[in-house]
């Protein structure tokens, strides 16, 4: 209860999530509606009926069939701007998106009405809330190396928009590896780097995003705990780990939230964060990925408070625009322990 209090004062950073993953199962009968496309449920209940996933593959196979949904600039700019407001309304205060564009040009989508779509609902959650937002573009990694360079080069009118790269979809069997040349590329466009690791990979997933594709966060990054050596190399430096707990349930990566490895994250010093991943299929946003976490482990307001700076020390936001939120933070966390 108090709790549940002090994470909606708090002020959060949300730097792992999918905007796909945030359409809400309303908004797809709305469009699907509006574009004449037809989706294989009858109603909004059989949809969410039908999110029970057993690993992250029967979750993806229903993420990629709910895009189709998506196909003018509009219906970018509309779910965009739905998830920013949810965002916002849970005291997030500063987004760092991730958007999956082969998802969409695969389908007859432009790269250009992806972007145009998604940066002007950006734009104006930016105006109407005040929210600060950047925006990364995930390859697909279970497409080819050679579909990904194509991607990058249509994205390259588009760079101003896009601050960085991220890897996202089926994780086992597509290592980082696979991607080498293409984030060594990226580099060299000024792009920053991230990468999916270690949600159902190995650990040595992960070494290969932090030596092969030098990326500056691990999402998920769970299974780095089972190699000892890996932990020390993330907590010497200070490597964010975006975590996201309800994800990790839907997704049968924990059995139950009792076994979620957040806390003891923290206690190894590592620098975690809450997420939501994919919030309209793992039923709930920011705060109901907090709220989990802060009842089935136990967490302290210390916690709660050290997870929120987290997510701004792992945003891309300048010292100076981090500050301010680390200092409302203390003293939200000092008033809440002293009364
Ligand atoms: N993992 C991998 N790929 C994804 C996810 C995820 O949790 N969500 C959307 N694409
Ligand atoms: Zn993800």
Redesign the pocket.
Known sequence: MTNNRLIERLPKAELHM?L??SLEPELMFELARRNNVSIPFESVDEVRAAYEFSN?QE??DI?YQGMAVLQRPADFEDLTLAYCRRAHADRVRHVEV?F?PQGHTKRGVSMDTVVQGITGGLERAREELGLSSQLIL?FLRHLDEADAFETLREAEPYLEHIAGVGL????VGHPPSKFARLFAECGKHGLRRVA?AG?EGPPEYVWQALDELEVERI??GNRALEDSALVDRLVDSAMPLTV?PL?NLK?CVVDDMQAHPLRTMLDRGLNASVNS??PAYFGGYMNANFAAVAQSLALEPSHLGELAANSFRSSWLSDAQKQPFLDEIDLIVTEFTAV
């Open positions: 999918h796909e993953g992250l979750f993806l993420y991730f999956d995930c996202d979809s089926s994780e999916h949600e999402d998920h996201c994800s997704l991943d994919d």
